[in-house]
């Protein structure tokens, strides 16, 4: 069979896009859990603290460009009064999660280039695709595409010029360029020039793993990062509490009309330089908005459900055993968070804390990037 580019693109549509925007909750879990035996309302939940790890250990030194998250307790998953949380976010469960210390910005051009410099490192986006791994993701025999088309690559936003007849299908704004990557944001013809402070994206779930292992650091579990992102608001829509018309001011989102018309009323098209906005009462930066974040947990359809049912005090939650989506049942995806400058009111609203979306782990798009956390006891291993 030949593959001209609109087989091409399906092909390519089915290794990232299939892992998109799903909807459903709930499932397993490993987690050591506190139990709650008054079966309390989410407000009286009220677990032994004194067990968690808050205040930041005397004997070990912050890491530049880090900040101490004090532990403590949360309800993990969309708030009642939140009209435009999606399935996937329900039904909300009690997370205690000991503190950590976490990046103040997503992780920018100019670190991962430090990085990709001192090793030699190459991303996906930067490799040949592979088939073998490709095609387990692909309906059994899907034929593979010429070698041609196998070329290093990734997905880039192409605004529409014209009215969508629907929001559903995602080819109609991504679209595979050959040669993009890190370096190329937006195509083989783009560079980083002035760029070294935005945050890195076309970043796959290898590729974060690898800069987390150098640095001696790893992804945030999903809880951990939206205990993070809430920063210490803990039934409210966004950090700041539930004003919407606080966004523009708050979060690089898209304004307008997606995906064709952005009005830039944030002051953004695309990617803001990381700290342009500003930050949560933590002091973290970009949690909403920006890029999307991978973080360490599998993407389970059935987690936040078997979560809830547990009537437990999940403690140091660490996402479901395996993953699971029905909706794209080859693919193994990661819950990644926070949502990105594509992100709108009018599409998926997913600059909300408790916002998530399945990502297959070997995805890299051009608005998804990541930030790393460290534990106290690695980093006192450590030195
Ligand atoms: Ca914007
Ligand atoms: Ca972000």
Same mark, same amino acid.
């Given at each position: 069979?030949?593959?001209?580019?609109?087989?091409?693109?399906?092909?390519?549509?089915?290794?990232?896009? =299939?892992?998109?925007?799903?909807?459903?909750?709930?499932?397993?879990?490993?987690?050591?859990?506190?139990?709650?035996?008054?079966?309390?309302?989410?407000?009286?939940?009220?677990?032994?603290?004194?067990?968690?790890?808050?205040?930041?250990?005397?004997?070990?030194?912050?890491?530049?460009?880090?900040?101490?998250?004090?532990?403590?307790?949360?309800?993990?998953?969309?708030?009642?009064?939140?009209?435009?949380?999606?399935?996937?976010?329900?039904?909300?469960?009690?997370?205690?999660?000991?503190?950590?210390?976490?990046?103040?910005?997503?992780?920018?051009?100019?670190? =991962?280039?430090?990085?990709?410099?001192?090793?030699?490192?190459?991303?996906?986006?930067?490799?040949?695709? %592979?088939?073998?791994?490709?095609?387990?993701?692909?309906?059994?025999?899907?034929?593979?595409?010429?070698?041609?088309?196998?070329?290093?690559?990734?997905?880039?936003?192409?605004?529409?010029?014209?009215?969508?007849?629907?929001?559903?299908?995602?080819?109609?704004?991504?679209?595979?360029?050959?040669?993009?990557?890190?370096?190329?944001?937006?195509?083989?013809?783009?560079?980083?020039?002035?760029?070294?402070?935005?945050?890195?994206?076309?970043?796959?779930?290898?590729?974060?793993?690898?800069?987390?292992? @150098?640095?001696?650091?790893?992804?945030?579990?999903?809880?951990? @990062?939206?205990?993070?992102?809430?920063?210490?608001?803990?039934?409210?829509?966004?950090?700041?509490?539930?004003?919407?018309?606080?966004?523009?001011?708050?979060?690089?989102?898209?304004?307008? %009309?997606?995906?064709?018309?952005?009005?830039?009323?944030?002051?953004?098209?695309?990617?803001?330089?990381?700290?342009?906005?500003?930050?949560?009462?933590?002091?973290?930066?970009?949690?909403?908005?920006?890029?999307?974040?991978?973080?360490?947990?599998?993407?389970?359809?059935?987690?936040?459900?078997?979560?809830?049912?547990?009537?437990?005090?999940?403690?140091?939650?660490?996402?479901?055993?395996?993953?699971?989506?029905?909706?794209?049942?080859?693919?193994?995806?990661?819950?990644?968070?926070?949502?990105? =400058?594509?992100?709108?009111?009018?599409?998926?609203?997913?600059?909300?804390?408790?916002?998530?979306?399945?990502?297959?782990?070997?995805?890299?798009?051009?608005?998804?990037?990541?930030?790393?956390?460290?534990?106290?006891?690695?980093?006192?291993?450590?030195?």
């Amino acid at each position: 069979m030949n593959f001209d580019m609109k087989s091409t693109t399906s092909i390519f549509w089915c290794k990232f896009l =299939f892992t998109a925007f799903l909807i459903f909750a709930t499932t397993n879990c490993r987690n050591k859990t506190l139990p709650n035996k008054n079966n309390n309302t989410k407000e009286e939940v009220k677990p032994n603290i004194g067990r968690l790890l808050t205040k930041a250990p005397i004997d070990v030194r912050t890491p530049e460009g880090m900040l101490w998250i004090p532990g403590g307790t949360f309800t993990q998953g969309a708030v009642p009064h939140d009209k435009e949380a999606m399935a996937h976010e329900k039904p909300s469960y009690d997370v205690a999660v000991d503190g950590f210390y976490m990046d103040i910005t997503e992780v920018t051009n100019a670190q =991962f280039e430090k990085f990709a410099t001192a090793t030699g490192y190459r991303t996906v986006a930067e490799r040949p695709v %592979d088939w073998e791994e490709l095609k387990m993701q692909l309906p059994e025999g899907t034929p593979k595409p010429n070698d041609s088309i196998m070329q290093p690559g990734s997905l880039v936003f192409k605004k529409s010029k014209t009215p969508l007849p629907n929001l559903y299908d995602f080819s109609q704004w991504w679209q595979w360029s050959i040669g993009a990557n890190w370096r190329h944001p937006e195509g083989p013809d783009s560079n980083l020039k002035g760029k070294e402070n935005q945050p890195v994206v076309h970043i796959a779930y290898e590729d974060a793993l690898a800069y987390c292992e @150098w640095i001696g650091r790893r992804l945030p579990t999903e809880a951990e @990062w939206e205990y993070a992102a809430r920063g210490g608001s803990l039934h409210t829509i966004y950090p700041w509490g539930n004003d919407t018309q606080k966004l523009a001011e708050k979060v690089n989102s898209w304004e307008g %009309d997606f995906p064709i018309s952005n009005t830039k009323k944030d002051g953004f098209e695309k990617r803001a330089m990381v700290k342009s906005y500003p930050s949560n009462k933590f002091g973290l930066y970009d949690m909403t908005g920006n890029v999307w974040e991978w973080t360490s947990d599998w993407y389970n359809s059935n987690y936040y459900k078997k979560n809830a049912a547990s009537q437990t005090i999940l403690l140091n939650p660490e996402g479901a055993k395996t993953p699971f989506n029905a909706r794209s049942p080859y693919a193994k995806e990661r819950v990644i968070k926070g949502g990105s =400058f594509l992100c709108s009111s009018s599409y998926c609203a997913s600059y909300r804390v408790s916002a998530r979306m399945a990502c297959s782990i070997d995805s890299a798009m051009e608005h998804l990037g990541f930030r790393t956390v460290v534990s106290a006891v690695d980093l006192r291993n450590s030195n």
